[in-house]
């Protein structure tokens, strides 16, 4: 069974730019979650879908945080514009039924 | 609210040693809880998971928790730490949302 294909592994961005991160979770997986993991710290949900619904967004920090799942497959994390604090490693997951599967994960580093 | 606490941020063991990391939970019911490890640089990786079965569950790598209701406890134990298993624990638990609440982390170091 493939697991959670992330892209890109890193990216490294001035502040201000944008960046999108990209996530292809588990074939049949209904939820998928965005989570964003500061060094140090425990991941921290960004959004939660099922299918193509958005499920919970409370913490997304919607002036510059956008995500998508279109078709209720493949999701897009998009930060525009990037601020210095948003460095961390972006990780997607998927889920059928309790279990998470976790992607290797997009660490960004904002200078 | 929902809730879980890992109550040691820094585990240090002996290799060869037994391993204690500690998560105690909140919630309304009994909730389903999992243990993940992550390794540095690497994704988060199912260690074990409770469900309302077995109160003693059963991972991989000698891994395994005991889910106490009474003392709203699921901690993580290994008989003998091997250095491979030097990483970051993390306790997580699950609603019926399928929201999942992570606790705050367990470094975990084993000395040779």
């Known amino acids: 069974e493939a697991g959670v294909a992330q892209s890109p592994r890193y990216k490294i961005i001035e502040k201000r730019q944008s960046v999108a991160f990209w996530c292809n979770p588990i074939?049949?997986?209904?939820?998928l979650y965005w989570y964003q993991q500061i060094l140090g710290q425990g991941p921290k949900l960004l959004i939660q879908?099922?299918?193509?619904?958005?499920?919970?967004d409370s913490q997304l920090p919607k002036d510059r945080f956008s995500a998508e799942r279109l078709k209720g497959v493949d999701s897009t994390l998009k930060i525009q514009p990037a601020k210095l604090e948003d460095s961390a490693v972006y990780l997607c997951?998927?889920?059928?039924?309790?279990?998470?599967?976790f992607g290797q994960g997009t660490r960004l580093t904002v200078v | 609210a929902q809730s879980v606490t890992q109550l040691d941020s820094h585990v240090s063991v002996s290799e060869g040693t037994p391993v204690l990391l500690r998560c105690n939970y909140s919630?309304?019911?009994?909730?389903?809880l999992f243990w993940y490890v992550q390794h540095p640089n690497k994704g988060l990786q199912l260690l074990l998971k409770y469900t309302s079965a077995a109160t003693l569950v059963k991972g991989i790598n000698g891994f395994e928790a005991e889910f106490k209701k009474s003392e709203t406890s699921f901690h993580l134990t290994k008989p003998s730490a091997h250095m491979s298993d030097a990483a970051e624990y993390f306790c997580?638990?699950?609603?019926?949302?399928?929201?999942?609440?992570f606790g705050t982390g367990t470094r975990l170091t084993v000395i040779p």
């Open positions: 997580v638990g699950v609603t019926g949302a399928n929201n999942l609440f």
């Open positions: 997951a998927s889920s059928l039924v309790l279990e998470a599967f």
């Open positions: 919630s309304s019911y009994s909730p389903s």
């Open positions: 879908f099922q299918n193509n619904g958005v499920v919970d």
């Open positions: 074939s049949g997986h209904a939820t």
